[in-house]
């Protein structure tokens, strides 16, 4: 029964408790989904997946036709003819898919995000979907955790702004035209500090550390318009944050004025139970929506016991209300009431388009990072002999990540098939045996070996206890590498590994994560040199697991090291010093630094510095802003990140690079939770990562 839609509110004076429930409840379309249950008005939304373990397991791709017939049920069958509002995991592109997350944070490229988002959204807007469950913003300092994959990396300053340009990707400036998506902020908040690195394990965060670390990348996916949030299945201090009104209510609604949808994880209201935290799973339903949760994601928990719980008066009407208003206006966000249905046929027109695989090429080209090069790299177009080994020298799927569930294998570049467009070679070997490997690489010029992850050795739930490279691949590299032959090493991983041993002798290392579908392409493009590495890491690369959780910005504490150099406390078996810091990369150019000027600027500050190219060929250098604050009320870190800058430069090319930084952005949050910028000591540093640059100290009043 298809019905003029007016308002929300005059919807709602029409919608019985029962009805208005429904629209709380997420229902996987997975086998029991049923058009009885639609018809009924018991489905508010449906998220489209056959398992608890999107990410883990193939499922089914989502088809515009499909969606179509269930939206159909819904708008012309049901008594108020609401139409179902359609979720996916688009994590990182649907059918093209880009660089893992980890990888695009790599890229400090929010443009390139931004636009790799809006083809995503697109492409799943053609398959019916309305709603994709990304960004996620969760802050990792911990790679055993193996949804690090996923996140944009350790730092929140680098974090946010991507959220941002995820955001504005996926939403654009209005939900309701075509190709637009409504995005999903998670995993609502500390997720990533999961004890041990142990998937949904629990969490103990100081406030303080909440507020200036986890947080700080929601408020700008909040900031940037973001339409819905998810919360996560861990507990922090005590208190899952699927039942914890302070964080959903007071930080989420009342303090950031955050006025979307809040979803729960899949089943995380009713896992309050196991948690220890509810009764039953009526109890769960109670405490979730008390604590803010509007949607119940497959627990079926409001589904079961939110009728009951209104009549006997344990929730307020209001609560119902509340939260069936906010999903109700999604959809009318989203145009849904006026456009409930997909055009069958867009998929054809937008799907692996041009300007899809442009975008997530681009993303890819700038997400890999030369973590060494002892100018091996780059190659020369044409070889004579060319060896190119490794267990994922020549595969697809890897290349595509953890969270990949429209993307099609048979698409993707493999690295060989990049090389093989990108050069010239008279005779190419090519094996992912390491003995054949081993007896090939004698006869070539050089070697190329792509080690790496499975792409379910991260991901959800994936979380592994070393950091070595996969078993055999060191002896792989090992055994190519005796040959004595110059060797570059390509790594595709989900997650910072430890590689010092493996990588000992080789004499370029390419770090490329889980590059998306025309990955290849983009890894021979820099091997030859057509593409300039550019990318900078995310997330600090410890020497060993030993190290973990290391992270750049650190504490001082009393009794402070130089990791790099001297202190107090230190390992007795290990290098107190990361593998590869936060912000390094290398280059085929190198760049300098001179020139750094301070100067008050309103109330803040007016940073500049030259950069010059002071190589041979152009690139791009990712300019990067830190800060200390020396003495505060609370103990603040060695470094933050306040700003970056991606600039070209042509060979000998010298420009300034200013940053400005208000009295504001000089402040963190207190012990009191409240943002405070004190007087005092600071010092700034610009530089192309985060050990090395130009420093200067400041006072202020
Ligand atoms: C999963 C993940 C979450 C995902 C949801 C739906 O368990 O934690 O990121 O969006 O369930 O698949």
């Known amino acids: 029964?298809?019905?003029?839609?007016?308002?929300?509110?005059?919807?709602?004076?029409?919608?019985?408790?029962?009805?208005?429930?429904?629209?709380?409840?997420?229902?996987?379309?997975?086998?029991?989904?049923?058009?009885?249950?639609?018809?009924?008005?018991?489905?508010?939304?449906?998220?489209?997946?056959?398992?608890?373990?999107?990410?883990?397991?193939?499922?089914?791709?989502?088809?515009?036709?499909?969606?179509?017939?269930?939206?159909?049920?819904?708008?012309?069958?049901?008594?108020?003819?609401?139409?179902?509002?359609?979720?996916?995991?688009?994590?990182?592109?649907?059918?093209?898919?880009?660089?893992?997350?980890?990888?695009?944070?790599?890229?400090?490229?929010?443009?390139?995000?931004?636009?790799?988002?809006?083809?995503?959204?697109?492409?799943?807007?053609?398959?019916?979907?309305?709603?994709?469950?990304?960004?996620?913003?969760?802050?990792?300092?911990?790679?055993?955790?193996?949804?690090?994959?996923?996140?944009?990396?350790?730092?929140?300053?680098?974090?946010?702004?991507?959220?941002?340009?995820?955001?504005?990707?996926?939403?654009?400036?209005?939900?309701?035209?075509?190709?637009?998506?409504?995005?999903?902020?998670?995993?609502?908040?500390?997720?990533?500090?999961?004890?041990?690195?142990?998937?949904?394990?629990?969490?103990?965060?100081?406030?303080?550390?909440?507020?200036?670390?986890?947080?700080?990348?929601?408020?700008?996916?909040?900031?940037?318009?973001?339409?819905?949030?998810?919360?996560?299945?861990?507990?922090?201090?005590?208190?899952?944050?699927?039942?914890?009104?302070?964080?959903?209510?007071?930080?989420?609604?009342?303090?950031?004025?955050?006025?979307?949808?809040?979803?729960?994880?899949?089943?995380?209201?009713?896992?309050?139970?196991?948690?220890?935290?509810?009764?039953?799973?009526?109890?769960?339903?109670?405490?979730?929506?008390?604590?803010?949760?509007?949607?119940?994601?497959?627990?079926?928990?409001?589904?079961?016991?939110?009728?009951?719980?209104?009549?006997?008066?344990?929730?307020?009407?209001?609560?119902?209300?509340?939260?069936?208003?906010?999903?109700?206006?999604?959809?009318?966000?989203?145009?849904?009431?006026?456009?409930?249905?997909?055009e069958p046929d867009l998929a054809d027109e937008v799907h692996f388009s041009a300007a899809a695989q442009s975008a997530v090429l681009d993303l890819a080209r700038k997400s890999a990072v030369l973590l060494r090069n002892?100018?091996?790299?780059?190659?020369?177009?044409?070889?004579?002999?060319?060896?190119?080994?490794?267990?994922?020298?020549?595969?697809?799927?890897?290349?595509?990540?953890?969270w990949c569930l429209d993307g099609i294998e048979s698409d993707v570049v493999t690295v060989l098939d990049g090389i093989k467009a990108e050069f010239e070679i008279e005779k190419l070997y090519h094996s992912d045996l390491p003995d054949e490997a081993s007896f090939q690489a004698r006869h070539c010029d050089v070697v190329i070996v792509v080690v790496g992850e499975h792409h379910l050795r991260s991901g959800e739930n994936n979380c592994i206890t070393t950091l070595d490279l996969p078993a055999g691949q060191t002896d792989f590299l090992a055994g190519v590498k005796r040959m004595g032959i110059p060797t570059v090493a390509v790594i595709l991983a989900g997650r910072p590994l430890a590689l010092p041993r493996a990588l000992n002798d080789v004499d370029a290392i390419l770090y490329a994560w889980q590059p998306g579908t025309l990955g290849g392409a983009a890894v021979a493009e820099i091997l030859s040199g057509t593409v300039n590495p550019s990318g900078k890491l995310p997330v600090t690369f410890p020497r060993t697991v030993g190290q973990v959780p290391i992270y750049y910005n650190h504490k001082a504490t009393g009794r402070p090291t130089d990791p790099y150099g001297h202190g107090w406390s230190r390992y007795i078996d290990e290098k107190d010093s990361p593998l590869y810091e936060f912000g390094f990369g290398l280059s085929y150019t190198t760049f300098g630094y001179s020139d750094l000027q301070v100067a008050p600027h309103g109330d803040g500050f007016y940073i500049s510095a030259q950069v010059t190219n002071t190589g041979a060929v152009a690139g791009e250098e990712i300019v990067q802003l830190y800060l200390r604050d020396h003495a505060a009320t609370v103990t603040r870190p060695v470094k933050e990140l306040k700003g970056f800058a991606r600039i070209p430069l042509k060979p000998g090319e010298s420009r300034p690079v200013s940053f400005e930084l208000s009295r504001h952005d000089l402040g963190f949050y207190g012990a009191d939770e409240v943002w405070v910028t004190e007087p005092g000591r600071f010092t700034f540093w610009v530089g192309p990562n985060s050990r090395e640059g130009l420093s200067q100290e400041i006072l202020l009043g």
């Open 374 to 402: 002892n100018g091996l790299l780059p190659l020369p177009r044409k070889i004579k002999t060319l060896g190119v080994f490794g267990p994922l020298h020549d595969n697809g799927r890897e290349l595509l990540g953890s």
């Open 1 to 342: 029964m298809n019905r003029p839609f007016t308002s929300v509110a005059d919807l709602m004076a029409e919608m019985t408790l029962a009805e208005k429930i429904g629209q709380l409840h997420q229902s996987p379309n997975d086998t029991h989904l049923n058009a009885e249950e639609i018809r009924a008005g018991r489905v508010g939304s449906v998220i489209c997946t056959s398992s608890a373990f999107a990410g883990n397991e193939d499922q089914e791709r989502v088809r515009a036709r499909k969606v179509n017939e269930m939206q159909r049920v819904a708008v012309e069958e049901s008594r108020l003819g609401i139409p179902l509002l359609v979720a996916r995991d688009v994590i990182h592109g649907h059918r093209t898919v880009a660089p893992i997350p980890l990888g695009q944070a790599a890229s400090w490229w929010p443009e390139g995000v931004k636009d790799a988002a809006e083809v995503a959204g697109l492409e799943a807007y053609a398959d019916g979907i309305r709603w994709v469950f990304t960004p996620m913003l969760d802050i990792a300092r911990d790679p055993r955790w193996g949804r690090v994959a996923e996140g944009f990396g350790e730092d929140p300053y680098l974090a946010g702004i991507m959220a941002s340009a995820a955001v504005l990707g996926y939403q654009g400036d209005d939900l309701a035209a075509k190709g637009r998506v409504a995005a999903c902020a998670k995993h609502f908040a500390g997720y990533g500090a999961a004890e041990g690195g142990r998937d949904y394990n629990t969490t103990e965060i100081s406030r303080n550390t909440m507020r200036n670390i986890y947080l700080p990348p929601f408020k700008a996916a909040v900031d940037a318009g973001v339409a819905s949030i998810m919360s996560g299945f861990h507990e922090i201090g005590g208190v899952p944050v699927s039942g914890n009104r302070w964080l959903l209510t007071d930080v989420l609604r009342e303090e950031w004025g955050f006025e979307g949808v809040v979803v729960s994880d899949w089943g995380a209201v009713a896992e309050l139970v196991p948690h220890g935290m509810a009764e039953d799973k009526r109890d769960a339903g109670a405490k979730g929506l008390l604590a803010g949760i509007d949607v119940d994601m497959a627990a079926e928990a409001y589904l079961d016991h939110l009728e009951e719980l209104v009549g006997s008066g344990v929730v307020p009407l209001a609560n119902v209300d509340q939260a069936c208003r906010r999903v109700l206006e999604l959809k009318a966000a989203l145009g849904l009431f006026e456009n409930p249905y997909t």
